[in-house]
């Protein structure tokens, strides 16, 4: 197992160095940059800008040079003094923007995670031992809507019933006495009131997914010849069904650890955006759309390290919940 792993930091080490330098690149494709935005910017509200004081701007910000040397220098920067970069359109450095929204953007994120998995798995499970009855359609259904419902749409819906039924529509994470008083555990049930509705909105998606993933692999599990060898050795049937199906059944949902585990840095943007959640999705759409490299670029790859942490972890379960890919990886 040791070498698996070792194996797998070894190729992981070099892919974020590439994402890294894609993600930069990308970045820099659209025309222009965030001096020729704020120029248009300054234009539009009646100031002149000449030639000189455009060259000394890009001077200023670094942005005279090319591209890839751009690149090498915040690659340079992060490693040796984990210097992340200035943020133009924030004024302050990338590092205190990321920090500042990180604790509040891992809270809802694994919150989120522990709603998705806790809520969809047992009701996987469910529907696959109960197939066709009342049950599995009612969460068929359920599920189907949940993944055809934009969680934009669920967000404006759900904070709208808010307002009708409690006259608090419940936008962002704290109400206007905490944020004149200041977080403490007194209004730790009013954050946690305010956590309902991204947990719900955010997670809605990812739940349907899994429901429909682990009854799928249930029910494909349950008329392998494994089981039905068991049950005529009289195994039974619950051990025929936690032990194995179930454990066979979650390959593809610990698999998906690489994406979840990137979310957790940015969350359901366009989400947070209409419920005024301080998380770092919003900051990335602000990064992207103001051509804030730096940051966007920071954003981008600790995203990209999250997906590589994430397939290393889920490969590491992976390989403990399934006896055929040690047993592989030895041969």
């Given at each position: 197992?040791l070498k698996y792993?070792?194996?797998?930091?070894?190729?992981?080490?070099?892919?974020?160095?590439?994402i890294?330098?894609?993600c930069?690149f990308?970045?820099?494709?659209p025309p222009?940059?965030?001096?020729?935005?704020?120029i248009?910017?300054?234009?539009?509200?009646g100031?002149t800008?000449t030639q000189?004081?455009?060259?000394?701007?890009?001077?200023?910000?670094g942005?005279?040079?090319?591209?890839?040397?751009?690149?090498?220098?915040?690659?340079?920067?992060?490693?040796?003094?984990?210097?992340w970069?200035?943020?133009?359109?924030?004024?302050?450095?990338?590092?205190?923007?990321?920090?500042?929204?990180m604790?509040?953007?891992?809270?809802?994120s694994?919150?989120?995670?522990?709603?998705?998995y806790?809520?969809?798995i047992?009701?996987g499970?469910?529907?696959?031992?109960k197939?066709?009855s009342?049950?599995?359609?009612?969460?068929t259904?359920?599920?189907?809507?949940?993944?055809a419902?934009?969680?934009?749409?669920?967000?404006?819906?759900?904070?709208?019933?808010?307002f009708?039924?409690?006259g608090?529509p419940?936008i962002g994470?704290?109400s206007?006495?905490m944020?004149?008083n200041?977080?403490?555990?007194?209004?730790?049930?009013?954050?946690?009131?305010?956590?309902?509705?991204?947990?719900i909105?955010?997670g809605?998606?990812?739940?349907?997914?899994v429901?429909r993933?682990v009854r799928?692999q249930m029910?494909?599990?349950?008329?392998?010849?494994?089981?039905?060898?068991?049950?005529a050795?009289g195994?039974?049937?619950?051990?025929?069904?936690?032990?194995?199906?179930?454990?066979?059944?979650?390959?593809?949902v610990?698999s998906?650890?690489a994406?979840?585990?990137?979310?957790?840095?940015t969350?359901?943007?366009?989400s947070?955006?209409?419920?005024?959640?301080?998380?770092?999705?919003?900051?990335l759409?602000?990064?992207?759309?103001?051509?804030?490299?730096y940051?966007?670029?920071?954003?981008?790859?600790?995203?990209a390290?999250?997906?590589c942490?994430?397939?290393?972890?889920?490969?590491?379960?992976?390989?403990?919940?399934?006896?055929?890919?040690?047993?592989s990886?030895?041969s």
């Open positions: 197992m792993i070792w194996k797998r930091i070894l190729i992981m080490i070099p892919t974020i160095f590439v890294s330098l894609a930069f990308i970045i820099q494709l222009g940059d965030f001096i020729s935005s704020y248009t910017t300054m234009q539009s509200e100031e800008i000189e004081v455009v060259a000394q701007l890009r001077a200023e910000y942005m005279d040079k090319p591209w890839f040397v751009q690149y090498i220098l915040w690659m340079k920067g992060i490693i040796l003094h984990g210097n970069g200035y943020s133009f359109e924030y004024q302050r450095p990338v590092i205190d923007i990321v920090n500042e929204r604790v509040l953007t891992v809270v809802i694994l919150i989120t995670m522990l709603f998705t806790l809520v969809s047992p009701i499970i469910y529907s696959a031992l197939q066709y009342a049950g599995d359609y009612i969460f259904a359920f599920g189907f809507l949940g993944m419902t934009p969680n934009f749409l669920l967000a404006i819906i759900l904070m709208y019933l808010s009708i039924w409690t608090d419940l994470l704290f206007d006495e944020l004149q200041g977080f403490s555990l007194a209004y730790t049930g009013e954050f946690l009131k305010h956590m309902i509705i991204p947990v909105v955010i809605t998606a990812g739940t349907c997914s429901i993933t799928a029910l494909d599990e349950m008329v392998k010849q494994y089981t039905l060898t068991a049950r050795k195994v039974a049937e619950n051990r025929i069904t936690y032990k194995y199906c179930v454990r066979a059944a979650l390959n593809p610990v998906g650890l994406t979840s585990l990137s979310r957790i840095f969350g359901s943007t366009i947070a955006i209409v419920m005024n959640l301080p998380i770092q999705g919003p900051v759409y602000t990064a992207l759309k103001s051509q804030d490299m940051l966007a670029g920071s954003i981008l790859f600790i995203m390290f999250l997906v942490v994430g397939t290393l972890l889920s490969d590491i379960v992976l390989a403990w919940l399934d006896p055929r890919i040690r047993f990886e030895r």
